[in-house]
């Protein structure tokens, strides 16, 4: 069955320190993927793609690695900090025809200060 | 900077009735989405909208739900004879192109069936 997963739980880290979230996905061959914030009551807030031939992607504090061969993505967030707190969540962007986007269940990210 | 807008913010209803609700997208922008989120659970896709026309629906997309652009502006979608289980936020989401291009998120429409 197609899948693409988070992890559930929330994920603590001390300010300054790299947070890494993980997104897997099963049964899907994405053209794209892309990573988005979600604060609590707030609709999703883009953050950066990966195309399916590139392997990393950087933004200013951002790193997203893209493996097709494992089926995962890593996202990034050096020297994080309290602002950072929020859900990341994941979105496969496959071509059928038109594109279709389906998003993982996010991971709750908390940096504490 | 430009943003999408959802009316309104909060709605709730009886179970049965038919709402509506509005979207307006980035103006230069052509592609529309709807997408829903059950509290606690993930986004998921509605429907994608271009040149006046579905281009996408997902499986949750039935005959109780339907979407038009009623004018150059407005995009909705309407939800007949309304369940408990409809009870999510809506966001309705705009990008000028498809695939890789940056899909923004309006702030959502708490719908609650009763």
């Known amino acids: 069955s197609q899948k693409i997963e988070q992890n559930s739980e929330a994920l603590n880290i001390q300010e300054g320190k790299t947070a890494t979230l993980t997104c897997n996905y099963t049964?899907?061959?994405?053209?794209?993927l892309q990573w988005y914030r979600q604060d609590p009551g707030r609709g999703p807030v883009f953050l950066l793609l990966?195309?399916?031939?590139?392997k990393e992607k950087r933004k200013e504090r951002l790193k997203v690695t893209f493996d097709t061969t494992l089926k995962q993505s890593l996202f990034h967030i050096t020297a994080s900090q309290p602002a950072d707190s929020a859900t990341y969540l994941c979105?496969?962007?496959?071509?059928?025809?038109?594109?279709?986007?389906?998003f993982g269940t996010g991971t709750r990210l908390k940096v504490l200060a | 900077e430009p943003e999408v807008t959802q009316t309104p913010s909060h709605q709730v209803t009886q179970m049965g009735q038919e709402v509506i609700l509005r979207c307006v997208p980035i103006?230069?922008?052509?592609?529309f989405y709807w997408y829903r989120q059950i509290l606690g659970q993930k986004v998921e896709f509605l429907v994608s909208?271009?040149?006046?026309?579905?281009?996408?629906k997902s499986e949750i997309f039935d005959d109780q739900f339907s979407v038009e652009r009623p004018d150059g502006s407005n995009f909705t979608l309407k939800i007949r004879s309304t369940k408990l289980e409809d009870s999510a936020m809506y966001f309705c989401?705009?990008?000028?192109?498809?695939?890789?291009?940056?899909?923004?998120f309006g702030p959502g429409t708490r719908l609650l069936v009763l």
């Open positions: 989401a705009s990008s000028d192109g498809l695939g890789e291009e940056t899909q923004y």
């Open positions: 049964n899907y061959s994405p053209a794209y």
């Open positions: 990966i195309r399916e031939n590139e």
């Open positions: 979105a496969l962007v496959v071509e059928a025809g038109t594109y279709k986007y389906i």
């Open positions: 103006s230069n922008h052509l592609y």
């Open positions: 909208f271009y040149n006046n026309e579905i281009s996408e």
